[in-house]
């Protein structure tokens, strides 16, 4: 479990502020097409289960925390955590017909994550 | 007696008139507007290389099969090895989008009769066939939506307004070209289902037209595309 108990909503909101172009942007111009998905070796290789496809996993981690401007329970940050930590494993071969840059995207996620005391957990 | 919007003139002259020209000038505008806001972040970057040098691995004389084999061995890993079906029904889609519009008899007798200027047509029989080809892609593009677990995750109610708001041209066009139901009806749906997508192409994520480009040819990444020297600057 994570070190602390409470949410830092600022804190999230200040890495949001920070990216926001970046954020907007990924958001904005994804077609939610799903072509990233093959592009992922951990969605081929869990039965292509579609959470683990990339364009799902920043949408419900950073895209998410942006459209709710940060305000998010703990429970809704854990399950980012194993999306952006266990989901993915930052490998950056994923590939977007519009070049969209998921793994920053999924970075900016982490950053949140790790904001508020959530990261990988080796020993789970 | 029937002076229901249809067949009031005053609307009709305002949407086959002043409307077309708003809708266009909305148009070429925002896509000015909207590409230099994205160049903003950008910034050109020092060339970065992302395959090895030729001196590090030596290229030793390919013959043309061995070229071509390796060519295909990398066009597997983009989305066209994964999803060769899907790529070719958008592409086929996206390039009957575009140019039926602009090629269609319809439009370049509008042209002729407004200012004496007008493209070369297809034949109305290509411009039909063009026009299925955009209605069965919207359609498959619909069902893959509905249907598909891994795209239903990710789609919104916006993903299928725009989609309805790229296809309904071409589907009123359609009915009112084989005049089926009310052509009155028809055509003015036509005209308005035109203007509002022209109007939401750089305010929507139809912006991808610009940003594909943009993304791709223009942005050094492992995927670009051409040699480009942008880097993103956000
Ligand atoms: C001219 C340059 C354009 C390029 C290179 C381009 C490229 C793409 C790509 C790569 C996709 C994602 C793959 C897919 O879902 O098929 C896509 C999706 C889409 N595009 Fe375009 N596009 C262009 C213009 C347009 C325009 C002008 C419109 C409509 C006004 C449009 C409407 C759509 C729609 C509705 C989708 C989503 C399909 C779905 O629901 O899955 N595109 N485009
Ligand atoms: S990230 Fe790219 S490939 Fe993936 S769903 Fe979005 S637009 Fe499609
Ligand atoms: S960076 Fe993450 S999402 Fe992208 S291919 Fe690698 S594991 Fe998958």
Redesign the interface.
């Known amino acids: 479990m994570g070190t602390t108990t409470e949410i830092n909503t600022d804190t999230i909101q200040s890495i949001l502020k920070q990216n926001r172009k970046q954020i907007k942007l990924g958001l904005a111009m994804c077609a939610h097409c799903s072509l990233c998905a093959e592009s992922c070796f951990l969605f081929v290789s869990n039965d292509n289960d579609p959470e683990y496809m990339p364009s799902y996993k920043f949408i419900n981690s950073i895209g998410k925390l942006y459209r709710k401007k940060g305000k998010v329970s703990k429970q809704a940050l854990e399950e980012m955590r194993d999306l952006v930590f266990e989901k993915c494993v930052l490998c950056t071969r994923c590939y977007c017909p519009f070049g969209i840059d998921i793994p920053s995207l999924i970075t900016l996620g982490r950053n949140v994550c790790r904001s508020q005391g959530l990261f990988r957990e080796y020993d789970r | 007696m029937n002076m229901t919007i249809f067949s009031n003139t005053v609307f009709l002259d305002f949407i086959k008139g002043p409307m077309v020209w708003l809708s266009f000038i909305i148009f070429g505008l925002g896509l000015i507007v909207q590409t230099i806001r994205?160049l903003k972040?950008t910034r050109i970057k020092e060339a970065r290389r992302f395959a090895p040098d030729a001196a590090i691995v030596p290229q030793t004389d390919l013959s043309k099969w061995e070229r071509f084999t390796r060519y295909f061995a990398f066009l597997r890993?983009?989305?066209l090895g994964?999803?060769a079906c899907?790529?070719l029904v958008s592409f086929i889609f996206h390039v009957c989008l575009v140019i039926t519009p602009i090629f269609v008899l319809g439009h370049n007798v509008l042209l002729d009769t407004s200012f004496g200027i007008s493209l070369v047509s297809f034949p109305e029989q290509i411009s039909d066939i063009l026009t299925k080809f955009v209605i069965a892609g919207g359609l498959l593009f619909f069902m893959r939506?509905l249907f598909?677990?891994?795209?239903r995750?990710?789609?919104?109610v916006n993903?299928f307004i725009l989609l309805f708001v790229a296809v309904a041209p071409f589907l009123t066009g359609f009915l009112a070209y084989h005049h089926i139901f009310n052509y009155n009806i028809m055509i003015v749906l036509h005209i308005l289902c035109g203007e509002l997508m022209l109007m939401l192409i750089p305010f929507s994520?139809f912006?991808?037209m610009v940003?594909?480009f943009i993304?791709?040819f223009m942005?050094v990444?492992?995927?670009?595309l051409g040699s480009p020297k942008r880097s993103?600057q956000?």
């Open positions: 994205l972040l890993i983009t989305v994964a999803n899907l790529v939506r598909l677990r891994r795209v995750m990710i789609s919104t993903d994520k912006f991808h940003f594909f993304s791709r942005i990444s492992e995927h670009s993103w956000y």
